[in-house]
């Protein structure tokens, strides 16, 4: 396994929408054992494989206190949402900031798990909200993108200087 190189807002990058996993195979799952590597490293609950520059529809959370849960999500379609809840949302891809932004309370998803069998299951509180924050990812969206403009300007600044800084 290997640590990847988390990509940072405003990185044009993480705009890009990620294609579908056509069939789950040795590099699909090499990808979702370095992004849960790299994730629980970063720390973080949540990792989409566009923050890391693939850009296939793979998700890894872990909302676990040990972090012995893993959950692998190949191609998450929601496909019921009902009742909202606002959060405090952090980014790794935004290190340093979180926002509250407001997202369903409990969802419904299918997806293909890491062995290639398409799941349904239902999600409520913070595992729905954080497979709503990845999902954003595999569609070019980031929290700030929930945000003012204003604020997601101040932000956008912010790290840029800090990644000059740090350059």
């Known amino acids: 396994m290997a ?9 044009a990058r993480l705009r890009t ?4 996993i ?8 090499k990808y979702s054992k370095d992004m ?4 629980y490293e970063a720390p973080g609950i949540g990792l989409a494989a566009t923050q890391v520059n693939i850009h296939l529809q793979l998700i890894v959370i872990d909302i676990s206190d040990q972090k012995t849960k893993p959950i692998f999500l190949i191609n998450p379609v929601i496909i019921k949402a009902e009742g909202k809840v606002e959060t405090s ?3 790794l891809s935004i290190p340093g ?3 509250p932004i407001i997202r369903y309370e409990n969802i419904e ?9 398409e799941i349904r299951e239902e999600a409520t509180g913070l595992l729905a909200v954080c497979i709503q924050h990845e999902m954003d990812h595999l569609q070019g969206k980031l929290m700030v993108d929930h945000i003012s403009s204003t604020k997601r300007q ?7 200087k800090q990644q000059k800084q740090h350059a």
């Open 22 to 29: 056509k069939n789950v195979d040795e590099r699909i799952v």
């Open 17 to 20: 929408v990620a294609k579908p």
């Open 154 to 160: 101040l932000i956008r600044k912010k790290l840029l």
């Open 3 to 11: 640590i990847l190189n988390i990509l940072e807002f405003p990185d």
């Open 89 to 91: 949302e952090g980014c």
């Open 97 to 99: 900031y979180s926002e």
């Open 36 to 39: 849960l590597e790299t994730m």
């Open 109 to 117: 998803y299918e997806a293909l798990n890491i062995s290639g069998r």
